[in-house]
């Protein structure tokens, strides 16, 4: 689990900036069953796969992976549709940016506030080609072999 200042992540997503740019982020309460959130708290769900869409002006994350809390018995479905909390003018916004050409919703991760709540980080994003994905490979290689360079020239 990664630390972001005093919120801690439960479900990270890190092929999302591996995969895609992101141009803006933005944070979203989720519904959830009680279950679901034990398996949260548990840190048991999987948002490699998921993505958001619209539906009947709303927005959904679809394909998380919740699996089943084997205490329970009662239920919830692993990989059901999950209505994203958020309001009017940031669910315009994304609506607005998913009809331009090019822009996915992904989500980032998803923590615990300070109040105990689940929230996702959602990031709107546009996908990044082979050469942008090898180009980001080169920099962060020689960021690497510079910090090398100067730890070296240090001592």
């Known amino acids: 689990m990664a630390l972001r200042g005093d919120e801690r992540y439960v479900a990270l997503n890190r092929r999302a900036r591996h995969d895609y740019f992101i141009e803006e982020t933005l944070e979203a309460g989720m519904m959830l069953t009680g279950t679901e959130v034990k398996v949260l708290r548990m840190g048991l769900a999987s948002i490699a796969e998921a993505y958001a869409v619209d539906r009947d002006s709303a927005i959904y994350l679809v394909n998380a992976n ?35 050409e090019g822009i996915t919703v992904v989500p980032l991760g998803i923590f615990f506030n300070e109040r105990g709540r689940a929230k996702i980080e959602l990031g709107l994003a546009k996908g990044k080609r082979k050469a942008d994905k090898r180009e980001a490979e080169k920099q962060r290689d020689w960021q690497r072999d510079k910090a090398r360079i100067m730890r070296a020239n240090r001592d």
């Open 66 to 100: 919740f699996p089943e809390y084997a205490a329970a018995r009662v239920n919830h479905e692993p990989r059901r549709q999950r209505m994203l909390l958020l309001h009017r003018r940031e669910i315009n916004k994304v609506l607005g940016a998913i009809k331009r």
